[in-house]
């Protein structure tokens, strides 16, 4: 099924910053516009919570820390979702940025769950094992 079309004037200033990041992505003018609008959304919606650029593609991330709400959430799950078990495992961060990441996992579960399960595999000697030679021998 089509999506309906809207209008939309944008600044000069403005579309040609779009223009910029759907060229370096290779991507429609229309998809980077809803990927930026999606994520400023989200943004409006858990504050404390920015996206960034990772090797994998864009990454939901906590404010101040540079860690990915995948990477907190990991431990959380990992600790039987016990809240005590979070502030050990990561206690230099703040009970803002702990609710933060909470609140992007209850309202985006299953894009943290996606990540969670493509990560899981990922020890050192299955990559060992798929890239011969790319781990150092200590």
Same mark, same amino acid.
């Given at each position: !099924? ?7 004037? %944008?600044?000069p200033?403005?579309?040609a910053?779009? &223009?910029? #990041? ?8 229309s998809?980077?516009v ?7 959304l989200r !943004?409006?919606?858990?504050p404390? #919570?920015y996206? *960034? ?6 990454? *939901?991330? #906590?404010a101040?820390t540079?860690l990915g709400?995948w ?6 799950v990992? /600790?039987g979702?016990?809240?005590? +078990?979070?502030r050990a495992?990561f206690p230099? %961060? ?5 609710? *933060?990441?909470?609140?992007y996992?209850?309202k985006?579960p299953?894009? #943290?769950?996606v990540?969670? /399960? &493509?990560n899981?595999? %990922?020890?050192v000697?299955?990559?060992?094992a798929?890239?011969p030679g790319?781990?150092?021998? +200590?």
């Open positions: !099924m089509p999506t309906p079309t809207t209008t939309l004037r %944008l600044r200033a403005l579309r910053q779009i &223009e910029r #990041i759907a060229k370096r992505s290779r991507r429609s003018f998809e980077a809803q990927d930026l609008l999606d994520e400023a !943004m409006r919606e858990c404390g #919570i996206f *960034a650029d990772e090797p994998a593609g864009r990454e *939901a991330k #906590i101040g540079g709400v990477e907190v959430i990991r431990d959380y990992a /600790a979702k016990e809240e005590e +078990a979070l495992s230099w %961060l703040s009970e803002a940025q702990r609710k *933060a990441c909470l609140l996992y209850s985006y299953q894009e #943290i769950d990540l969670l /399960a &493509e899981e595999g %990922l020890t000697e299955a990559v060992q798929r890239y790319l781990a150092r021998k +200590a």
